[in-house]
């Protein structure tokens, strides 16, 4: 029955979790408020309040879990991908953790641990299936054989899904993070009032770059033309930008579902937590015959449940690294 503390800090959630047996007791996260006036994440202001966060975070979900420090088998940490420097606060927590401890030392990929979240809690999908994770960072289809053996079938060759959503809030003039708030919005509005152009990428791989200058330059046009458009109709603007960024990831998840013949589809990843693209995911896999997998609204988003679960499988795999570990800004699948 192993016990296994999770650390993630990848970008700007401080989160620690206790899993015993694969099974979650505890998930704390620490958000990070400090970016809200500078519009984004500022990466060494993120690092300093993960030196700040750490140990509280960990101290409390020791708490929850009723469990002491001495009782855990192994530690799991974000090794990337992310923020250099947010990665080093985690990852030298976790080695000195384990260092004193005298425990295993367990990497994870944080891209994977997005995947791996749809085992925490019934029901879960069945090998293979097919992944669409999106996230400020990442815009990725993946075919998941197995715990770690997972295809990247399609990715952004440019901008991720998540920060089409958050430059349109700042277009908007919406505060930092703009994309629950345009979410939100949306569901105020016609998502048919405006057509925005879908990119024709091909294959699999995803492209929004385009579509963001679109949005831009259909903003600045409709101002000048009348001044005020922009607040006068923010629900209808807000519901079609989502709309079109729901209707090219779930076009690929598609094309990508007739192409393997897979029936099990899951999303997963910070965007995965929209209400329009989880409605509009369960109503195309109704059509199509698929079984929908889609995580709890808190493990969607970055905490370390998702990166204790992914220890617990390496855990069981004898899957461990040494004190040499280093953190990786970029990590692939």
Not at 300 to 310: F, L, P, Q
């Amino acid at each position: 029955m192993p016990i296994i503390l999770g650390i993630e800090s990848s970008c700007d959630e401080t989160s620690a979790a206790i899993c015993i047996d694969g099974k979650i007791r505890s998930n704390i996260i620490a958000n990070q408020t400090i970016h809200e006036k500078y519009g984004g994440v500022v990466p060494e202001l993120a690092s300093r309040a993960h030196q700040q966060n750490i140990i509280p975070a960990v101290e409390q979900a020791f708490r929850e879990a009723k469990v002491h420090k001495n009782d855990v088998d192994a530690i799991a940490f974000t090794r990337g991908p992310g923020l250099l420097g947010s990665l080093l606060v985690g990852t030298s927590f976790a080695k000195a953790f384990a260092l004193a401890r005298n425990i295993p030392l367990i990497d994870v990929n944080h891209m994977q641990a997005h995947i791996l979240a749809h085992f925490i809690e019934e029901p879960v999908p069945r090998f293979p299936f097919l992944c669409l994770t999106v996230s400020g960072g990442h815009t990725q289809l993946v075919l998941v054989k197995d715990y770690f053996d997972m295809e990247l079938l399609g990715q952004t060759l440019d901008d991720a899904a998540g920060e089409a959503f958050d430059k349109t809030a700042k277009i908007l003039g919406l505060p930092y993070p703009g994309g629950p708030l345009i979410d939100r919005y949306a569901q105020g509005g016609n998502p048919l009032a405006y057509r925005f152009p879908e990119p024709q990428i091909p294959g699999l791989n995803f492209s929004f770059s385009g579509l963001k200058t679109a949005i831009l330059y259909f903003m600045q046009q409709k101002e000048q033309e009348q001044p005020g458009f922009v607040q006068a109709n923010i629900h209808d603007i807000c519901a079609s930008v989502q709309a079109r960024i729901v209707s090219v990831l779930l076009n690929k998840l598609r094309r990508a579902a007739e192409a393997s013949g897979v029936r099990d589809v899951a999303i997963a990843g910070g965007v995965s937590a929209n209400s329009g693209l989880r409605q509009s995911l369960l109503a195309l896999g109704e059509r199509q015959g698929w079984r929908v997998f889609i995580p709890r609204f808190e493990y969607c988003t970055d905490n370390a449940a998702m990166i204790a679960i992914a220890g617990h499988y390496k855990y069981e795999a004898d899957d461990f690294v040494g004190q040499e570990v280093a953190p990786l800004a970029r990590w692939a699948v």
